[in-house]
Every structure is written in C-alpha cells, then in structure tokens.
C-alpha cells in the first residue's frame, strides 16, 4: 500500500511538469493553429539560462526565477511576432517545419554558449524531505505540485475573468471575428505564446534540479505531446489530466511492467490513445469538414 | 521561347521531350559515371552517401511530397532495412536477395505503419510516426540476439555474385545503380494511376474519393512504397556505416530526412535528391568552415544542428517550394527570356485555411 502511495506521490510530481508543458503546447496550438516544437527547447535553454544566473552569476533563486521567466516570455515572444507570423495561414506543415528549424536553431545556439557537458544548480528546495506518515516526499516534487496548482488556477481565473483573458478566448476561437470586436489579434496572440514561454520556463527551472541542466531536456516536449494527445487534442483541461496520469502511468509502468517499459511507456500511450481513441480524455468530437 | 508541339500521342508522356533535356542528362550520367576517377577518395564516400540519402529522401517524398502524409518517423524504416539486411548477411542469405528483402521486411511493417494513416491525420499522423521512430530506437536497443544491443553490429562486406563490391569506387556504382532504379521507377510511378490517385488523396481526399479512388488504401500503399524505398536505403547505408548501433538511427536522422524532401521541395523528385545532396553534403562543408570561426564557437558540436536549422527557417519563411521550385523559376527565365515575370510561380489566392474543425 505504501508503495502504491509512494509511486503515486512520485508521479503526481512528474505528472505536474508534463501536465504544465502539455498546457504550454495546448495554449499556443488553440491561439495560432501551429503545434510549437520549439517548446521544449525554450524549455532546455531557459534552465540553461537559470544555471547561468544561479550557479554561474550567484544570484538567489527568488531573483533568477523571475528574470529567467521574462527572458523566456521575450523569446517566445519574438518567436511569434517576428517570424510564426510571416507564415500565418499557410498550411499546418509549415508551422511544424519552422518550429522544428527555431528548434534545432536554439539547441545549436545553447549547445555553442555553454557546451555540451551537463549541470546542475542548487534550489531551496534540495535535499529536504517531508515525511507524510511512511510516504517521503522530496520537497522540490511538492514544490513542483504546488508550483503547477498555482500556475493552472491563476491561468484559469486570468482567462475567466479578466477581459484580456476573455479576449485571449475570443481570439483563439475565431480570429476574424476577435479582430472586427476591437481585440488586438496580433499582440494577443504573442502574448499567449509570451505566456507559454514563461510556462516552459518554470518548467525548465524546476525539472532542472531533477533531471540535471542539459541539451536533452527538450526530450520532455515529446512525454508532454502523449501527455496532450491523452487528455484530448487542444483541450486545456485534458492537457492538465493528461499530463497527470502519464506520470502515474510511467511510475507503475517502471515497477510494475518489465524492464525498459517506463520510457516506452508515453509513446505507447501516444501511439494507442491516437489510433484506438482520437478524441482523448477530454477532447471535443471533431466533424471533418470537406 | 519554347512551344508544346505534339505531333503524336506519344509526344506527350515521354520523360524527356526535347534534345536539350536528354543531352543534359546524359552529360550528367557521364559525370556521375566518371566521378570516381577524378574526385578525391573521400568525396567518392561523401557521394556514395549522397546516394543512399537520395533514395532513403525519394522514399519519403513519395508519403509527404505525393501523399500530404507527414512522417517525421522515416529513421525507423532506415534502421529496419539496415538491421534486416545485416541480420540476413550475417546468416547466410547471398547479398542480391537479401538487399531487396531488407526493402519488402522494412514495407512490411511500413504497411502496419500505415493502417493508422486510415485514421488519422495530418499532425496526429505525424506524432504517431514520431513516437514509432522512438520505439523503435528502444526496441533496437533491446532486442540482443536480434541486434547486438547497444554494443553495436558487424555488417559484412557486399558480395554481389563472388566480386567484392566494398572499395569504395565499386561502392558507389552499386548505390548509383541503386539510386537510378528507385528514381527510374518512382518516376514513372508518379505519371502513372498509382501516383495520380496519391495527388487528388493529397489535394482533397474528399475529391479523390468521390472520384472513385479507394482513398484508404491508397493512403496504406504509400506508406508501403516509402517504406520499402527507405528500407532499401537502409540497407545500402549499412554497409556505408559498416557498424550498427541504435543511436546512428535517432530522432536527428528522422528530421533531417523531413528537411531534405522540405528544402528540395515538396512534390517533386529531383527536389528530394537536390535536398538529399544539400543536407548529406553539409556536414563536410561546415567542417571546412569551421577553422574560420572563433575557436569557442568551433570546438562545440552545436554549429551543424543551428545551420540546419537556419536553411530550414530560411527556405520555409522564403521559398516554400524549395531547391526544385527554385530551379523550375530560372529555368523558365531563360527559356522564356525577355517574358519571365517575378510573379509568374505565384498562386493567385491564398486565404487561411484552418485545420480545426477537421
């Protein structure tokens, strides 16, 4: 039973990052059509840039935390503005071609600035653990937890709420119309990427510490892809279930099923969900139009 | 200025129609044929492997350029073919059987790729090929006996009826042997029903089925076809590699295959063997580059994925059609001199057309 429990918290934590860069790729998908590769990527260069102010410039984590996620709201930012735009309205292979070369371009470019060699930097978080009657729990998995709570609720209110946020709806769900109401299509939709930028950042910075500062961190995008497909295409809330139960699925895949199945695990379930059951979890009925 | 000026049925669907095409070819089989004697040993090596890219592009332009079915798992079909033909070498099975075998094996199980493109779609397919890509990597690492894991396999040397075809000139006639068929074959293909029927699935599948074309079929015969030219491919690049391991067949190779057909320009043969050359080729040509830059920047390994990624940016934001709609532009500035029109290439209307409700 403590090991169910144990597994469990375990996969919650990782779960939480999946589910926070799932909503990444689901927010920029439902704003401009295009399934943004280059997430991951943001993601990798933003805890490289995390490492740099931590371990390398000696700043706190409270003050590196916030300017790593301004830096990664710029990039994707201008990522939208400047170049996603001037391919606006061509068909979805050319989204993914060009996120795929803004992708292999940031790699090249972090992999040239620090080098190939892996890192890691110190949290507040490190090495403390909390005891839940027999489930140890590391702090910075509860952290993660918590960090992605926060992140989906503020997100939720902000889009409910706020005009801005409903003008960042109205906008994904019909541009021509968002635009002839009076909402400012372009800047909304590179704020929506601005926002998954800084999403990917906080996941950067937290996975980081876990899974060691490195230019195979992009890798997460593609456990987050299943992660998306599971909970339903272009769902918010399906990003966040899907997210949540792929790591419950790799962390009882990885001590329950043979050896070698944990990492295969996400592409089965990518693959299996894809075929058996396009709509996912959470997904809406797609009608084909001719 | 040139007119079309049929004076008999035939005139219309041979190859090449005027003798300026055919001189020009012939004069480039002559150079390919004489190539080994006057290049330098390692670019006869380089050329060889421009081959068996060449073919592995051609087989992946049949699915996305012919079919609109993107794979961004083709490294998959690549390491198939090389494992099955090392596999067959290894046992026994003579070099001529077992380089086409390596194709059908690797069809094979392109045909149960390809049952899921009934279904999905578009993205979907996309990230249902990305994810068999990355099993199949994980299966290759695993399967020893098969194999040879993560220590890596022997390929032996291409016996073709008792010569030794493993120098490195008798190497590249087999992969430009090799390469003219596929291409001769995928050719002829295209013009035929097959290829017209894998068009109208591309431009409008509904279209396409209401014309009495077996939509879903078509959709899985691509894939086999693809398949099997890239298991064909794979087959040759084993013995190129000369040792195989599961990380020669990652995620990298499967992108790069997507940037050469993108680059060359999608829909067209010759495209994917200008992409095929352009992506083989640049590896050895940003090396020699390499001494030129700041040593900071030159020691790391990173500069080959960022030009990578530059050429694709640049050719997707500029010229979406590619070496070969780039080609198709000047050739017809000068055969229609004084007449060429920048805009003549340019589609009349493009309107946004989204994909969400599919």
């Known amino acids: 039973m403590s090991q169910i429990l144990q597994l469990s918290a375990n996969g919650m934590a990782i779960g939480a990052i999946y589910a926070l860069v799932a909503l990444g790729l689901v927010l920029t998908y439902k704003a401009t059509e295009v399934l943004n590769f280059a997430h991951g990527d943001v993601l990798m260069a933003s805890a490289f840039v995390g490492w740099a102010l931590i371990a390398g410039a000696g700043w706190p984590f409270w003050a590196a935390a916030p300017a790593t996620m301004a830096i990664a709201a710029l990039l994707a930012w201008l990522i939208d503005a400047r170049v996603m735009r001037l391919i606006a309205g061509q068909p979805q292979f050319a989204g993914v071609m060009l996120t795929i070369a803004i992708a292999f371009m940031l790699r090249g470019l972090v992999s040239m600035g620090f080098g190939a060699q892996s890192r890691t930097y110190t949290t507040p978080w490190s090495g403390h653990n909390t005891d839940f009657g027999g489930v140890v729990v590391s702090d910075l998995n509860l952290v993660i937890v918590a960090a992605a709570l926060v992140i989906t609720l503020a997100l939720f209110v902000f889009l409910r709420k706020t005009n801005l946020g409903v003008a960042i709806q109205a ?42 500062v490195d230019i195979g961190l992009w890798v997460v995008m593609l456990k987050a892809l299943a992660a998306v497909v599971l909970g339903g295409f272009g769902s918010v809330p399906g990003a966040i279930v899907g997210g949540l139960l792929l790591g419950l699925i790799e962390q009882f895949a990885g001590v329950y099923l043979p050896d070698g199945f944990k990492d295969a695990m996400a592409y089965l379930v990518l693959i299996a969900v894809l075929i058996l059951w396009p709509r996912g979890l959470l997904g809406e009925a797609h009608g084909r139009r001719v | 200025m040139r007119y079309a000026y049929d004076i008999s049925y035939r005139d219309a669907h041979t190859l090449l129609r005027y003798p300026a095409g055919r001189w020009s070819y012939a ?49 998959a079909f690549l390491a198939i073919g090389a494992y099955a033909h090392a596999w067959m070498l290894a046992h026994g099975v003579p070099f001529a059987l077992s380089l086409p075998l390596a194709g059908l094996i690797s069809g094979a199980v392109g045909f149960v790729i390809g049952l899921p493109s009934i279904r999905v779609s578009g993205l979907y397919l996309a990230m249902v090929t990305l994810a068999f890509a990355i099993l199949t990597g994980m299966v290759m690492g695993r399967w020893e006996s098969v194999t040879g894991g993560y220590t890596g396999l022997q390929v032996a040397s291409p016996l073709l009826f008792g010569v030794d075809l493993s120098g490195l000139r008798s190497f590249y006639y087999l992969c430009l042997v090799v390469l003219a068929l596929v291409l001769a074959g ?101 090396s020699h580059v390499k001494p030129l830059l700041p040593d900071r920047m030159a020691k790391q390994f990173g500069l080959e994925i960022f030009v990578f990624g530059l050429i694709l940016a640049l050719f997707v934001l500029f010229e979406p059609r590619g070496l070969n709609g780039r080609w198709m532009k000047v050739r017809a500035f000068f055969e229609g001199f004084p007449l060429y029109r920048r805009d003549l290439f340019k589609r009349g209307k493009t309107y946004m057309k989204s994909e969400r409700y599919r």
């Open chain 2, 27 to 75: 004069l480039l089989a002559l150079a390919l044929i004489g190539a080994p004697w006057l290049l330098p040993q390692y670019y006869v090596g380089e050329m060889a492997y421009v081959f068996i890219m060449g073919v592995a592009s051609l087989g992946l332009m049949v699915l996305v350029g012919y079919t609109g079915q993107v794979s961004l798992g083709h490294s």
């Open chain 2, 186 to 286: 995928l050719v002829n293909l295209m013009r035929s029903q097959t290829g017209r029927a894998f068009a109208g699935v591309r431009d409008s599948e509904a279209a396409a089925y209401s014309l009495g074309v077996w939509v879903a079929g078509y959709k899985v015969l691509a894939f086999v076809i693809s398949a099997a030219v890239t298991g064909l491919a794979g087959a040759l690049l084993a013995h190129q590699v000369g040792f195989l391991t599961p990380e020669g067949f990652d995620l990298i190779l499967s992108l790069e295959l997507v940037l050469m057909v993108t680059i060359g320009g999608l829909g067209s043969l010759r495209g994917a063997i200008l992409g095929a050359a352009v992506i083989s080729l640049l590896p050895s040509l940003i």
């Open chain 1, 171 to 212: 906008a994904s769900q019909n541009q021509l119309a968002a635009y002839l109401s009076g909402i400012r299509v372009k800047r909304v939709t590179s704020l929506v990427w601005a926002i998954s930028g800084a999403m990917a950042a906080v996941c950067g910075l937290l996975l980081a510490p876990i899974a060691l």
